[in-house]
């Protein structure tokens, strides 16, 4: 919470002027036997009253506050730790994990008394699942959701901390909850509406280690990052005054990536020096990249490059950052895919050496950092692998996918790729590549592949598929070996619709 204490303190000005009538009589009974000329000095006093309009000009300084008026606080979210309830402890919490689990959400599971061709009324439930790899029947149940949340749930990379939103409406308060699987408790962080901040969607991110999350919330004239705690404690890392946006955690949590406009507008708090409040300075879109070590709290720029919400940085490894420039829904000729390191403090563009204007969406970094599988789209559309020093290892032109349909997943060994489809347009079977862009596995639907993922250590590939014999069309979530063969379906005894959140370990 905070406080603001606002005092007013007004001083009368009427008592002074009384001593000034009682001095005058006195003083004027002598001057008058003298000559009437000694009343012309003190119409000289008038003179000195001259200096009444030295004190207008002291009203002036009140046109530097005419910026107040022009931005008023905006209403914030509020750090609650409220609406307390109870969660029931998994088992593995107490054994451990001793592999990989996919977490996944199934909306509007039905009944089996029904036959799956009779329709019948959603729930309006969904559940959140962890499944291990290869045993559907050994999935666990963790929490049960309104479908108004959607994928608006976030796992921590152990699976212990779970944040998620409820919006209005729900029966329950509205806001940013968090549930910690390892006391059960399950309670509302921060009251909010929305998680649209300052006309940015807000996506907390998970450190390595899952004790934490970097969020992005809106100040009173501007956003900041705050680090909220698994326990319910946060605290402010930037506090910067300006629009700090898309936090990123390094894979060993050293380094936290962001995006800020602080060196365009220092500031948009009113009567800061450098502000840009109450100037024609539009809100901003985006921001450069920076970087904040987490052991100091020191903050560095990297690169010049202006970064907009679909371009957002992601790490490569510890020690690069990949981050794009361009959005050609929005009319850029072109897509530009860059790539900085932390250790140098430098970034550079990496670009085709053949290609004038490129348009690359939907990459994949390797995680050595030495290549990037990206869709190549023009006039046809491409899966295309490029060498840092901006080389092409090759292209593959018969895997067409819809513009902005493309997903990828880097082995984390980086010597193979499995390529698929995103929303259910995921015209192929399950395809995995080599580091030159040789086919592993080219499979025939079904099952189709949509939006692969390897696991932690690479032993398995989980992604979304369709199958010719389900009657409804609905993707269910797959696992296969890490050539993209065998897959097993884990959700085949699940109705309703399914969304693979990705892997704990």
Not at 299 to 318: E, F, H, M, S
Not at 479 to 484: D, I, L, R, T
């Amino acid at each position: 919470m905070l406080v603001i204490g606002a005092t007013a303190c007004t001083i009368s000005a009427g008592p002074a002027p009384t001593p000034t009538p009682t001095d005058p009589p006195p003083s004027t009974q002598t001057p008058l036997p003298t000559a009437t000329q000694t009343p012309l000095p003190t119409a000289t006093a008038t003179v000195t009253q001259t200096p009444l309009p030295t004190a207008t000009p002291t009203i002036t300084p009140t046109a530097t506050q005419t910026p107040l008026p022009t931005t008023t606080p905006a209403e914030v979210a509020a750090f609650t730790s409220d609406n307390w309830g109870q969660t029931d402890i998994p088992a593995f919490v107490n054994s451990g994990l001793v592999e990989p689990y996919i977490a996944f959400l199934n909306l509007n599971d039905r009944d089996n008394l029904g036959g799956v061709l009779t329709p019948q009324p959603g729930t309006g439930v969904q559940t959140l699942y962890y499944s291990p790899p290869r045993n559907r029947a050994a999935r666990i149940e963790i929490l049960q959701l309104p479908e108004s949340t959607g994928n608006r749930v976030y796992v921590a990379p152990d699976g212990l901390g779970i944040a998620y939103f409820i919006e209005a409406g729900e029966g329950r308060a509205p806001g940013l909850y968090l549930s910690e699987l390892e006391s059960g408790l399950d309670i509302r962080l921060i009251s909010m509406d929305t998680l649209l901040q300052r006309g940015f969607v807000v996506e907390p991110a998970w450190q390595p280690d899952g004790e934490a999350f970097a969020m992005m919330l809106a100040t009173g004239y501007a956003t900041d990052i705050f680090l909220v705690q698994r326990d319910g404690l946060w605290r402010n890392l930037t506090q910067s005054g300006a629009y700090d946006l898309f936090p990123a955690f390094s894979p060993n949590g050293d380094y936290l990536a962001f995006v800020s406009d602080r060196e365009v507008c220092p500031t948009w708090i009113p009567e800061q020096p450098g502000t840009c409040d109450g100037t024609d300075t539009p809100p901003p879109d985006g921001g450069h990249l920076h970087v904040m070590e987490m052991a100091t709290g020191e903050v560095t720029k990297l690169a010049d490059v202006w970064i907009t919400p679909g371009n957002a940085p992601q790490w490569v490894n510890d020690r690069q950052i990949a981050f794009a420039a361009g959005e050609p829904l929005f009319g850029d000729t072109e897509r530009t895919l860059w790539l900085a390191d932390v250790q140098s403090g430098q970034s550079r563009e990496v670009r085709p050496q053949d290609v004038a204007s490129p348009l690359m969406l939907a990459e994949a970094w390797s995680p050595d950092g030495t290549q990037v599988l990206y869709q190549a789209a023009g006039v046809d559309s491409s899966v295309s692998l490029l060498g840092v020093n901006g080389s092409t290892v090759g292209s593959l032109s018969q895997f067409n996918y819809p513009r902005y349909g493309v997903a990828a997943s880097w082995a984390p060994n980086s010597d193979t790729v499995a390529v698929g489809g995103v929303g259910g347009q995921c015209p192929f079977g399950a395809t995995v590549l080599d580091d030159t862009l040789g086919v592993v596995t080219n499979g025939n639907p079904p099952p189709s592949m949509c939006t692969p993922r390897y696991s932690p250590a690479g032993e398995y590939i989980a992604f979304t598929g369709v199958s010719l014999n389900r009657f409804d069309g609905r993707a269910d979530v797959y696992v296969a070996n890490p050539n993209g063969q065998s897959a097993l379906n884990m959700t085949g005894d699940l109705r309703g619709t399914m969304t693979l959140l990705g892997w704990i370990r």
